[in-house]
């Protein structure tokens, strides 16, 4: 009786259009609590740990005591490193986050990973790590969307949607932005916006602000509530800010990365990795304690307090180092809270700059500044409409439209000409991943050349003469013929049209076949993906390659054709582009 009503639910769920809809508000309600927890115990930890008043915020503070902040930060370090050693003793596997989940799998996520991946985020965040908390924010919301989704048995597409809604609904209650947490959905968890997705997202993410707001009200405020405005010969400058932004964004994700190659290189144990990237956070906090924790306290601060030049300066590069030291040391975290805070520092060096060259402009360094939070998170995270609508939703002021959409865009046009990767691609990359975006590429591992090989191809001796050849292979009665080597190894192919159009004289006829072969050194294997498959087919220029059993023998089993693994690559891709805009 149980089992036959939850089929009807389950049925009834996967057939109702409104359904997505209804499980989005669950997740939004879900997600939104796992905030609020989790903001509360990192604030908790920073009270205890470094002596704050309470409701105080750690990159704030103007001073700190040295023997805590130290304290913490290596003894934080070494608990994340054995955590961490933990937990990969445990699960043995890399956590699945939701960019990978929505491109490789289909939308699914391990709930148990996630819940301990963001424990990792609380601990690192809570010690003061410079990392921010919302790695650990999308990858709860995202996991338990994956897991509930999952219990209905909902299709494929369904499912990457409800993991977008439980990432979109971490982001917007961390930031109380509902449009820039459901803009990061689509830009960076979907990798596309489409219609039928926009009501389940948008829910999602109203909904998370609203139940993290009531349980944690010290969870986010306005950066500032002013009006602002910038005259015509500022966007030069912002032009400017984008370019400078762009080349930071492409540092910073190089630097994050560096310090796990260098601990790999001197063989430092993982589990001590942590407590040394402490070690140096701790160095730079005794310059400023702004770089420490993710800087939200420190962005409203320095948003509103002018400083001076090389005050600023300092800060802009010692938070990127701590920022670099922590995620290449192996803290937990992102940079998303670190990109904002960088981005405003880099906007008021800029705004000084100018005024000390230019004493007589009418500058308004808060407008400069927040063009530089747009886009050097634009650069890192690569989300550019994401930040705009951020920058929208924390200061209430839309004046300055224009002047934030040509920076972030600029920015991100940087990166994208000149890396390729926002940061969570990047890691995807290091990891040997080939992940651009979000969007469904899980039918490129899926499509290998077995699926793509024909097996009727016809093989001669490399040795074999024209004469022969003409004589075995009449025109017309086969395309193309792969020849073997004494040991009936790939050695090429001839097409057989340019065998019979040599003139019939005598040095022709018995001339070896093998002087008109192809691509003798460039063949396919079984198990080889369609992208392989693609650029072998560019770097050999003809239209069909052998398939070989493996490297050594060269055995051959079949070949494939180009034209027939481009059409079948567009059909599995315009397939999955009508998954993505709701067409069964």
């Not at 950066?223 to 602002?228: A, G, K, Q, S």
Request: include cysteine.
């Amino acid at each position: 009786m149980i089992d036959d009503l939850w089929w009807r639910i389950r049925a009834l769920v996967r057939t109702e259009e409104l359904s997505l809809s209804i499980l989005s508000i669950v997740i939004g309600t879900v997600a939104g609590i796992g905030v609020a927890l989790a903001h509360s115990t990192v604030q908790w930890m920073h009270e205890a740990l470094f002596g704050l008043e309470r409701g105080a915020y750690l990159s704030a503070s103007l001073a700190l005591d040295p023997v805590r902040v130290f304290t913490a930060l290596i003894v934080g370090g070494l608990t994340v490193g054995f955590y961490t050693w933990a937990v990969r003793r445990l699960r043995k596997r890399e956590v699945v986050d939701p960019i990978e989940a929505n491109a490789l799998y289909g939308g699914r996520i391990s709930l148990r990973d996630s819940v301990l991946l963001t424990g990792g985020t609380v601990l690192s965040s809570g010690c003061g790590a410079a990392v921010g908390m919302e790695a650990g924010y999308t990858q709860f919301g995202a996991g338990f969307a994956s897991w509930f989704g999952q219990r209905f048995n909902l299709r494929r597409a369904d499912l990457r949607t409800l993991v977008a809604c439980g990432a979109a609904a971490g982001i917007a209650a961390a930031f109380d932005a509902p449009m820039a947490g459901a803009f990061y959905a689509f830009e960076l968890v979907l990798g596309a916006y489409a219609v039928v997705t926009l009501a389940p997202v948008m829910l999602a993410a109203l909904t998370a602000p609203a139940v993290a707001g009531l349980l944690a009200r010290d969870l986010t405020s306005p950066l500032l509530n002013v009006d602002l405005y910038f005259s015509r010969y500022d966007i030069a400058v912002f032009v400017g800010i984008g370019v400078i932004a762009g080349v930071i964004g492409i540092g910073i994700m190089k630097m994050a990365t560096m310090g796990d190659g260098v601990m790999h290189r001197f063989k430092v144990p993982s589990f001590l990795r942590p407590a040394l990237g402490g070690l140096g956070v701790a160095v730079l906090a005794l310059y400023s304690p702004a770089v420490l924790g993710a800087g939200h306290g420190a962005m409203q601060y320095y948003l509103v307090h002018a400083h001076g030049f090389t005050v600023l300066l300092g800060l802009l590069i010692a938070k990127i180092l701590a920022a670099a030291l922590s995620v290449g040391t192996g803290f937990r975290g992102g940079l998303f809270h670190t990109s904002l805070f960088v981005g405003i520092l880099l906007g008021d060096v800029v705004g000084l700059g100018i005024t000390a060259l230019f004493p007589a402009l009418p500058i308004d360094r808060i407008v400069y500044a927040l063009v530089g939070m747009a886009s050097v998170a634009a650069a890192v995270i690569g989300a550019p409409i994401t930040m705009i609508f951020l920058v929208f939703e924390q200061t209430g002021n839309i004046a300055i439209a224009s002047g934030v959409m040509i920076g972030a865009v600029i920015a991100s046009l940087i990166v994208r000409r000149f890396f390729g990767y926002s940061f969570a691609t990047w890691r995807f990359h290091i990891r040997g991943e080939a992940i651009r975006s979000a969007f469904d590429i899980s039918f490129i591992r899926d499509l290998t050349v077995v699926k793509l090989m024909r097996r009727e191809a016809r093989t001669a001796g490399e040795h074999m003469t024209v004469a022969a050849f003409r004589k075995r292979f009449p025109i017309g009665s086969t395309e193309r013929v792969f020849l073997t080597d004494e040991h009936n190894g790939y050695a090429g192919f001839v097409i057989s049209a340019e065998v019979h159009s040599l003139d019939y004289d005598e040095t022709a006829e018995t001339a070896p076949v093998s002087d008109l072969r192809h691509a003798p050194d460039v063949f396919l294997l079984p198990r080889q993906n369609i992208n392989t498959v693609l650029e072998a087919f560019d770097k050999a220029e003809t239209e069909a390659l052998a398939v070989v059993d493996d490297a050594q023998s060269r055995t051959i089993l079949g070949y494939v054709s180009e034209s027939y693994a481009l059409r079948r690559y567009a059909m599995e891709l315009d397939r999955r582009r009508r998954e993505l805009s709701g067409e069964r």
